[in-house]
């Protein structure tokens, strides 16, 4: 029976995956592929559409440049960079980023294990260990006005021992889906 049931739990895990691939894949068939085609249809569609498409772009571009605005304070602030030179040092390199995933064949998803499956770990990692370790109790405790003492306790405990084990797993099993190590089969019992 154990057989059956894990058998049943992979089968379903797979198909949550997959609802999420497709899933995923479908937000973008419809903004790039049904929406085109719902404007073909509606009078003054191309004006419509020519608009709406020209918004998103307005949208994505002002995104883009509050983000940008963050690493370009690190590199005035930190690294003593000139205000002007910040910014087209770290747009060109993120636009040269974007090319490469664009335009390479796995680049796209080499970026996406890279910020997915890396970047984002060890992110969590530093956090967990920031908090539960270098900064000082007194000031995660100002920090959190609401826990009790216990609960803050616990999640002191949480942050300091199996959070970073935790996602320290993570990132390990995130790398060994790329390059196929031979740990989450060992882990799963195969």
């Known amino acids: 029976m154990p057989a059956?049931?894990?058998?049943?739990?992979?089968?379903?895990?797979?198909?949550?995956?997959?609802r999420v691939d497709r899933l995923i894949v479908r937000a973008i068939g419809l903004i790039f592929g049904a929406l085109p085609a719902v404007f073909s249809g509606m009078?003054?569609?191309?004006?419509?559409?020519?608009?709406?498409?020209?918004?998103?772009?307005?949208?994505?571009?002002?995104?883009?440049?509050?983000?940008?605005?963050?690493?370009?304070?690190?590199?005035?602030?930190?690294?003593?960079?000139?205000?002007v030179v910040a910014p087209v040092i770290f747009g060109v390199a993120?636009?040269?980023?974007?090319?490469?995933?664009?335009?390479?064949?796995?680049g796209g998803s080499w970026l996406d294990f890279f910020s997915g499956s890396v970047v984002l770990p060890l992110g969590g990692l530093l956090v967990a260990i920031l908090?539960?370790?270098?900064?000082?109790?007194?000031?995660?405790?100002?920090?959190?006005?609401?826990?009790?003492d216990?609960?803050?306790?616990?999640?002191?405990l949480m942050i300091r021992y199996?959070?970073?084990?935790?996602?320290?797993?993570i990132l390990i099993l995130g790398i060994d889906a790329k390059f196929n190590f031979g740990l989450n089969a060992m882990l799963a019992g195969g």
């Not at 949208?59 to 304070?73: N, R």
């Open 162 to 169: 199996v959070a970073p084990i935790a996602v320290f797993l």
């Open 131 to 148: 908090a539960g370790w270098v900064a000082p109790r007194a000031v995660m405790r100002n920090e959190l006005p609401n826990a009790s």
């Open 150 to 156: 216990a609960m803050f306790r616990f999640w002191r």
């Open 43 to 83: 009078p003054a569609g191309s004006i419509v559409g020519g608009l709406f498409f020209f918004l998103a772009f307005i949208a994505a571009l002002t995104s883009s440049i509050s983000l940008l605005m963050v690493v370009t304070a690190v590199g005035e602030e930190q690294l003593k960079m000139n205000k």
């Open 4 to 18: 059956l049931e894990h058998a049943l739990l992979q089968l379903r895990d797979r198909a949550v995956l997959l």
């Open 94 to 106: 993120a636009w040269a980023i974007g090319a490469w995933a664009i335009y390479d064949p796995n």
